[in-house]
């Protein structure tokens, strides 16, 4: 069976991170290794962690304090490269879970038998379930053929290729496109459910919305290309106003200049697989 190591970014997650570990720990087939990265956490997260580590040898922790001026997206991946760091044990695949969820026993067996039965595999997982009225419900805003940021799972070969995560808002989408790009695919297993126990985007800013338009320009899509798929998800969503702050965010990327996150060629390949599903999603295939 293949080898994992994992990296767990946690900042404050008292209240939810014993959940994940407990899961974590009865897995069918666990982790090599398991870093979390206490980010500057005020709670009694680094506690928790401490205890954990005591009971559990493959679980390590390192103390990081990322910038405060970091938006989600950027803060997450600056504090899963401190835990990435810390991997000494080979893997086969690499994973970045949040601290808020709770993981089926089978979750990384079944992910590991998609990895050893697909070469071509580069980012493989789940799908997250919300609470909702007592009830655990399907929370997936985006298309069926993408995994969630809160639990990516990673081929070595992948992981290395697109020589790891973009520390900028939008990563978990870039990672994807980027993967695509060199030649893997992205698998996502429905069967594995995975309960994440906060709600999304519930700490989102003002100004964390603005920046979704923002990852968009970095991502070179064109204008028709990202008001589109800010339309969509304003749609789905049923919020008028993330159609307006994603606008708001791409303008002003456009006339301060800001840095792409991807070459020219990296670019072009994003546009035309883009437009690639808007055609086949319009002619029904």
């Known amino acids: 069976m293949l080898k994992y190591s994992v990296i767990i970014p946690a900042h404050n997650e008292a209240q939810f991170l014993q959940g994940l570990l407990d899961s974590l720990s009865k897995q069918s087939l666990k982790p090599d290794q398991a870093v979390i990265v206490n980010d500057n956490s005020t709670d009694t997260t680094e506690n928790i962690i401490d205890d954990y580590q005591t009971r559990f040898k493959w679980i390590s922790k390192v103390n990081s304090q990322t910038e405060d001026f970091r938006l989600p997206g950027s803060k997450v991946v600056a504090a899963f490269e ?42 493989v997982g789940g799908f997250a379930y919300e609470l909702e009225k007592g009830k655990w419900a399907l929370n997936h805003p985006m298309g069926k053929d993408h995994v969630r940021g809160a639990f990516k799972a990673y081929s070595k ?5 697109m020589n790891g995560l973009r520390c900028s808002i939008g990563w978990d989408t870039m990672d994807e496109l980027l993967a695509q790009y060199h030649g893997f695919e992205v698998i996502t297993l429905p069967e594995l ?5 906060r709600p999304t985007g519930s700490s989102y800013s003002k100004k964390a919305k603005h920046m979704q338009g923002q990852a968009m320009y970095k991502m070179r ?3 028709s290309i990202a008001f589109l798929s800010m339309a969509k998800v304003s749609l789905k969503q049923k919020k008028p106003s993330y159609l307006w702050d994603s606008m708001i965010g791409y303008f002003k990327s456009y006339f301060d200049g800001t840095q792409r996150e991807v070459t020219k060629a990296e670019g072009k390949f994003i546009r035309n697989y883009r437009w690639k599903n808007i055609f086949q999603k319009i002619s029904g295939k």
């Open 82 to 123: 401190k835990g990435l760091a810390q991997i000494q044990q080979p893997y086969d695949f690499i994973v970045k879970l949040d601290a808020d969820l709770v993981l089926p026993e089978n979750y990384f067996e079944k992910v590991a038998q998609t990895f050893e039965n697909h070469p071509k595999a580069g980012v």
């Open 157 to 161: 070969a992948c992981f290395e290729k």
């Open 193 to 197: 459910k995975v309960k994440h126990l």
């Open 221 to 223: 899509y064109s204008l």
